[in-house]
């Protein structure tokens, strides 16, 4: 007979829980990790490369923004893929451009943090997300409009 935990995960209710604690996870972490940037601002602004017009000042402003609206957007699961995607893509261009050849004790964090944007981005959001909410908000609006279509269409017959 089993139990009811090995009954639970088989009803796949396992798999949202999972998917908000990677959501939840990974958004604290790049939550923290911007709060700390922030903090070290004058010692970390020199690694940050200008791009034309745009002071490393600018760079790291921007950066360190797109990141922490990712990061809250994860944690209410609003926009997940887009979110995750970005940040996904963040995390490709640290690994390509500023940490190249640097070996793979280096960056291995990177590569961990990055298979978990990746598996939002494939997974979304979940059942637990703003995403889910909207979205049956959205499917209860459609039906409730579909049923009075069909009310119309009976009553003009």
């Given amino acids: 007979m089993e139990n009811k935990l090995q009954t639970w995960f088989k009803s796949h209710k396992g798999a949202d829980w999972a998917i908000l604690y990677?959501?939840?996870?990974?958004?604290?972490?790049?939550?923290?990790?911007?709060v700390g940037k922030?903090?070290?601002y004058n010692e970390i602004i020199n690694y940050y490369p200008s791009w034309g017009i745009f002071g490393s000042a600018f760079i790291f402003v921007a950066i360190a923004t797109i990141e922490v609206l990712c990061a809250i957007s994860l944690m209410l699961g609003y926009k997940v893929r887009l979110s995750a995607a970005i940040m996904a893509a963040?995390?490709?261009?640290?690994?390509?451009?500023?940490f190249p050849g640097k070996g793979f004790g280096t960056s291995e964090l990177l590569f961990v943090y990055l298979g978990i944007q990746v598996a939002l981005v494939i997974s979304g959001g979940g059942v637990y997300s703003l995403d889910a909410l909207a979205s049956a908000k959205r499917a209860k609006s459609q039906r409730t409009r579909n049923s009075s279509r069909r009310i119309e269409d009976s009553t003009k017959k």
């Fill in 22 to 34: 990677l959501r939840l996870f990974i958004g604290t972490i790049i939550l923290l990790h911007n």
């Fill in 38 to 40: 922030m903090q070290a």
């Fill in 90 to 98: 963040s995390l490709l261009i640290s690994l390509l451009f500023l």
